[in-house]
């Protein structure tokens, strides 16, 4: 059998599967992301046990509304610039995969606002193949990530 590059969609696909292989650890990205934002409170709600929808709201620093649609590609962070970061790193994550794969494989609605009034942005998409939607919302500071199968 040839050797092939994989396509773009299921090379994703394969990446969800490595860091969302079950909704605890879906959750578990998303709270290290929230940690590593600064949040002091977190929400977490579930349905179904995670099987259906997850959500994730936090009150860190938030992300500018530039970057929101940014931080649904792969390999797109602002945890690490240089490989001196990535040998120095001192957050939980990283790696800049939890939430492109999360998207590719759901609807997923990121919000958030990194101010202290109520307007922030808002971006969706469902799976990897949608160019992500920027919107204004009504949005607190901080971020909320929410996740529909």
């Not at 860091?19 to 977490?44: C, F, H, M, Q, Y």
């Not at 046990?49 to 509304?65: C, E, F, H, L, T």
């Not at 962070?77 to 939890?98: H, P, Q």
């Not at 609605?109 to 808002?122: A, I, R, V």
Request: glycine share 10%; net charge negative.
């Amino acid at each position: 059998m040839a050797i092939e590059l994989l396509s773009p969609r299921l090379a994703n696909q394969i990446a969800a599967g490595e860091v969302v292989e079950r909704p605890a650890s879906l959750v578990k990205e998303l709270l290290e992301n929230s940690l590593d934002a600064g949040a002091t409170v977190i929400d977490i709600e579930v349905e179904q046990g995670g099987s259906k929808r997850v959500q994730v709201r936090d009150n860190g620093g938030g992300i500018s509304a530039d970057d929101l649609p940014l931080a649904l590609s792969r390999h797109a962070t602002s945890k690490i610039k240089t490989l001196d970061d990535l040998e120095a790193i001192g957050t939980l994550g990283f790696r800049g995969e939890a939430l492109a794969a999360i998207s590719s494989v759901s609807r997923l609605t990121l919000s958030s606002n990194e101010g202290d009034g109520s307007e922030g942005w808002q971006v969706q998409v469902e799976g990897r193949d949608m160019e992500p939607q920027l919107q204004p919302a009504a949005h607190m500071r901080g971020t909320t990530v929410e996740m529909r199968l």
